[in-house]
């Protein structure tokens, strides 16, 4: 299990989780610590309330026209919700996006999909062909350096 996912399983205990349970219990820097902390509550959808504490934001399900919804329910599970568009669950493993990676390591277009393929190969299903993408855009900013 990475180390967001258990930054998120402690924040969906304890919506106020601190740097330093984070630092004894994951054996992380305090730097690191409050990536994680800030990375995990951005994706849970948490906010903060008037007096500083952390809350889990509640989730409406609505019926009925748009212009008269009814509340059918209101959920406050500690649950995160999956985002399968915006941070597929294969972006995260190891605790970063590999494409927060690729941006803060500048890496052109060729580069970054190699990194891309190689990093989520075990993630997908089908690890030789990803591996083999990777090689081909790898094969290509070699031919684009060596002409």
């Known amino acids: 299990m990475s180390n ?3 930054t998120k399983k402690y924040l969906a205990s304890d ?6 349970y984070l630092v004894k ?29 952390w809350k889990l934001k509640a989730r409406m399900f609505l019926t ?21 568009v915006n941070h597929p669950a294969h972006y995260k493993t190891g605790g970063i996006e590999t494409i927060d990676f690729i941006e803060a390591k ?3 277009y060729n580069l970054g999909n190699v990194v891309k393929y190689v990093t989520r190969a075990d993630h997908k299903g089908n690890r030789l062909e990803d591996l ?5 855009y ?10």
């Open 15 to 20: 919506p106020n989780t601190s740097v330093e």
């Open 64 to 84: 009925g026209a748009v212009d008269n919804p009814k509340i059918l329910a209101v959920e406050t599970s500690n649950t995160p919700v999956a985002d399968n």
């Open 106 to 108: 500048k890496l052109n």
């Open 25 to 53: 219990t994951l054996g992380v820097t305090k730097k690191y610590a409050y990536v994680l902390l800030n990375k995990a509550r951005k994706e849970m959808g948490m906010s903060k309330t008037s007096d500083g504490k």
């Open 138 to 147: 790898l094969d290509r900013e070699i031919e684009k350096l060596s002409s």
């Open 132 to 136: 083999k993408k990777a090689r081909w």
């Open 4 to 6: 967001l996912t258990h």
